[in-house]
Antibody
């Protein structure tokens, strides 16, 4: 079964740090670009970050660039999101998703169920 | 900045109704549009790629159309399982979502 499972979400104070993980199974993880996508309370889906299969290229939304770092360990089929200098507006459910790229865009055909990050004092 | 605009934001309908959701791109994206279904507490589900290609396992009551800047997602006969929020997506940009509610 193709599966993604996020972990690491919790309550953290503003200015704090957190590392999210996403464990992949059932497919050749090292062959795929991967995304992090989030949903803040009462809001829609927001793309956060992306990484290519070899981890040579990483991409970030303006809202998180300089504070978040995406990485991956292909030997362990795991995706990470290191989140620093957290703000209240980072409060959200964070999803990891597998990408299939083509032309100038892509779709996400496998998603995890998400992990909840709450930034509050 | 590139934008995707969905309408309506909320749609109230009954089981058996035919409903249409619209997604507009701020510039032409050919047919490179994707649709997702999202229910609270669950993973988003890929429904349609390339504007009109139904993913395997998605019921045939779902259909997508459009090209350029205007796209539609149609559900021909609403079923109880279809009440959810629907998003369009191109590259790193999502529409704001359309919440489909029971009337």
């Amino acid at each position: 079964e193709v599966k993604l499972m996020e972990s690491g979400g919790t309550l953290v104070q503003p200015g704090g740090s957190l590392r999210l993980s996403c464990a992949a199974s059932g497919f050749t993880f090292y062959s795929y670009n991967m995304n992090w996508v989030r949903q803040a309370p009462g809001r829609g889906l927001e793309w956060v970050s992306a990484i290519d299969p070899g981890a040579g290229s990483t991409f970030y939304a303006d809202s998180v660039r300089g504070r978040f770092t995406i990485s991956r360990d292909n030997s362990k089929a795991t995706l990470f999101l290191q989140m620093n200098t957290l703000r209240a507006e980072d409060t959200a459910i964070y999803y990891c998703a597998r990408r299939t790229d083509y032309s100038s865009t892509y779709h996400m055909d496998v998603w995890g169920k998400g992990t909840t990050v709450t930034v509050s004092s | 900045d590139f934008q995707m605009t969905q309408s309506p934001s909320t749609l109230s309908a009954s089981v058996g109704d035919r409903v249409t959701i619209t997604c507009r791109a701020s510039q032409s994206i050919s047919t490179w549009l994707v649709w997702y279904q999202h229910k609270p507490g669950k993973a988003p589900k890929l429904l349609i790629t390339k504007a009109s290609s139904l993913e395997s396992g998605v019921p045939s009551r779902f259909s997508g159309s459009g090209s350029g800047t205007e796209f539609t997602l149609t559900i021909s006969s609403l079923q109880p399982d279809d009440f959810a929020t629907y998003y369009c997506q191109y590259s790193d940009t999502f529409g704001q979502g359309t919440k489909l509610e029971i009337k």
